[in-house]
């Protein structure tokens, strides 16, 4: 008994001490309980987020660009839409005279070149007619020598160029494609492409050899339309003997050259998709042919603009972009309407470096 005496006011203690812990127990859990529901009422997470520099914007910011996401893998840069000819036809017309001044378009092709470009194809208008033929060769030699690109080429109606320039910047060239419709010089006045007593014909030929002395490789370019469709241009194009023989079937764009703010009306030089592939039929034998109809050119294209925007002619005229000197390439690449798939299909990917061709001709 004499032990009991001790205990019985310890356990008393014991019981007391227990009891306010289990109060605080219960407070401890309440507070806990509520904390836990502040943080995950629906706004918690995004103030978790903000705390992290991680906000709703950027997350979906995130998600479009693994959605959107194109490489400009080949590019047509039409810096100029002036031209010296005045082809019935032409789908990218004089509507302006801009022109980039030089380190504003090279900065341009630069952020292409960051942004994956592997071919650049200079166009216009007539490219070779901006300071004499001066600012493409920069542009070219830019291409090669600094951005290192794999294919330089440009597309010319040929009648301006010089050999003086072949001297200066043919190095840095990968093709030539001089645009001819016609051998016959009736039908190529007829098209809107004669230039007073110069014969177009016999230019492609003195180009051609150029082509040959400066290790060029030399691409034809043909659009078949009312005029020509008939013609069989067989035995020219294979004494010409060109890397790759392109043939479009003439198409129309509105507010270029066809609609009321165009400057051209092509509806007279139109062909159907049956005289086309009976054109195609005729030249089979010709082992460089590629043709390409209405559909194939649909939507298959990155085109730049003189103001370095892309040109989505998904509705069948040219919608612009922003610049991607003012937005950058990823910004305005989603407004191009390029299709991947398209470009594929046409088979735009090919052997694009003279480092690459067998130019022994
Ligand atoms: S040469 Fe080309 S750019 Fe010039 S008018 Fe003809 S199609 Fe148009």
């Not at 650049?120 to 951005?147: A, H, M, T, W």
């Not at 005729?282 to 043709?291: I, L, T």
Request: charged content about 30%; proline content about 3%; glycine content about 8%.
């Amino acid at each position: 008994m004499g032990m009991l005496v001790p205990i019985a006011p310890s356990a008393w203690l014991l019981s007391l001490v227990e009891q306010q812990l289990g109060s605080l127990w219960g407070r401890l859990a309440a507070l806990l309980f509520w904390l836990k529901a502040a943080f995950w009422w629906p706004g918690a997470d995004r103030v978790q987020r903000q705390v992290r520099g991680d906000t709703e914007e950027t997350q979906k910011e995130a998600g479009e660009k693994s959605v959107l996401h194109t490489t400009p893998i080949s590019i047509n840069y039409h810096f100029t839409r002036q031209c010296n000819y005045k082809c019935g036809f032409c789908f990218h017309t004089a509507k302006t005279s801009f022109v980039l001044p030089l380190e504003e378009a090279k900065r341009g092709l630069l952020l292409l070149k960051e942004a994956g470009m592997e071919k650049i194809n200079f166009s216009g208008g007539e490219p070779f007619l901006q300071d004499r033929g001066e600012y493409l060769g920069k542009l070219v030699r830019f291409c090669k020598e600094e951005l290192g690109l794999p294919s330089v080429s440009i597309v010319s109606n040929g009648s301006l160029i010089r050999e003086r320039w072949f001297r200066d910047y043919g190095e840095y060239l990968d093709i030539l494609a001089i645009s001819c419709d016609s051998f016959d010089e009736h039908i190529n006045v007829l098209i809107g492409r004669g230039q007073g007593k110069k014969n177009h014909v016999e230019n492609l030929q003195k180009l051609r050899a150029w082509c040959r002395d400066y290790r060029v490789a030399f691409k034809i370019n043909s659009v078949i339309n009312r005029f020509n469709v008939e013609e069989d241009m067989n035995e020219q194009i294979k004494v010409l003997n060109p890397v790759r023989w392109k043939v479009f079937q003439c198409l129309l764009i509105e507010g270029e050259n066809c609609g009321e703010d165009a400057l051209r009306e092509a509806e007279r030089f139109v062909i159907s998709d049956k005289e086309f592939e009976a054109f195609l039929e005729r030249h089979k034998g010709v082992s460089c042919m590629v043709p390409e109809s209405n559909q194939k050119m649909k939507d298959s294209y990155l085109i730049l603009d003189e103001y370095m925007r892309f040109l989505n002619c998904r509705d069948g005229r040219k919608d612009p972009s922003r610049s991607i000197l003012d937005v950058g390439v990823e910004e305005a690449i989603k407004f191009s309407g390029f299709d991947e798939k398209m470009f594929l299909m046409r088979g735009g990917k090919y052997v694009w470096s003279k480092a690459n061709l067998k130019l022994d001709w």
